[in-house]
């Protein structure tokens, strides 16, 4: 019943690594994100997503990639992993175009640690 | 550059008191505003929105106020509850940015019994 869940939610690599984050909407949502949750508390945008357009923030590596096998899904890969990429990603989703009474749903969170 | 910020990490409040957390932000362009509940280990919910064309939203214990001269906004929740306490996050939706939205660092609330 969850609406929006997203796996695994901890996750301990090496350096160097290739992951992915999996995340899954049943809300039939048409637009889906990932944020991240960096050490300092600070919940910031990664990736903006529906069937015609990905957004993304200028700030986010190129090792970072979102793939959307269809509207309901959007994973999140990771190449080469590095120690600074540990935090939490948060998956998330909605309809339309946000305005009064509309809002994002998010996940509960991936936890990823980097060692 | 924090476009959303917020000012103060920490507010404690007596359970049946009001809770007043405030958020700033510099970009004119946002036109869309929302609180997010925070618990541990958990996902954001969202908690109450409101449109830069309002200077007011209310539901319930909860009431958003918008001063967009002062590029402020403030969430009071009345009365305060012990199971209110999490940390709570302002997100703005930038008009030119799509839905992408834009946080600030939170501010924890300890409601005491």
């Known amino acids: 019943d969850t609406a929006v869940s997203q796996t695994p939610k901890y996750l301990v690599t090496q350096m160097g690594n290739d992951k992915s984050i999996k995340c899954e909407q049943n809300?039939?949502?048409?637009?889906m994100y990932w944020y991240k949750q960096d050490s300092k508390k600070f919940l910031k945008i990664m990736f903006s997503y529906n069937n015609k357009e990905l957004i993304i923030n200028e700030t986010v590596p190129n090792r970072f990639s979102p793939k959307s096998p269809d509207k309901a899904h959007l994973n999140l890969h990771i190449n080469s992993l590095e120690l600074g990429d540990s935090a939490v990603y948060f998956c998330?989703?909605?309809?339309?175009?946000?305005?009064?009474?509309?809002?994002?749903?998010f996940g509960e969170g991936s936890w990823l640690t980097v060692v | 550059d924090q476009q959303v910020k917020q000012n103060s990490p920490s507010l404690s409040v007596q359970e049946g008191r009001i809770s007043i957390l405030n958020c700033d932000y510099t970009?004119?362009?946002?036109?869309?505003f929302l609180w997010y509940k925070k618990y541990p280990a958990e996902g954001p919910t969202f908690l109450i929105s409101i449109s830069s064309i309002k200077d007011k939203n209310e539901d319930g214990r909860f009431t958003v106020f918008l001063n967009k001269s002062a590029k402020h906004l403030s969430l009071h929740i009345v009365p305060s509850q012990p199971g209110d306490s999490a940390v709570y996050f302002c997100?703005?939706?930038?008009?030119?940015?799509?839905?992408?939205?834009?946080f600030g660092g939170g501010t924890r609330l300890m409601v005491k019994p």
């Open positions: 998330a989703s909605s309809r339309g175009v946000l305005s009064s009474g509309n809002t994002i749903y």
């Open positions: 997100a703005a939706k930038n008009n030119n940015a799509g839905n992408m939205l834009t």
């Open positions: 809300l039939g949502h048409d637009t």
């Open positions: 970009n004119s362009m946002f036109d869309y």
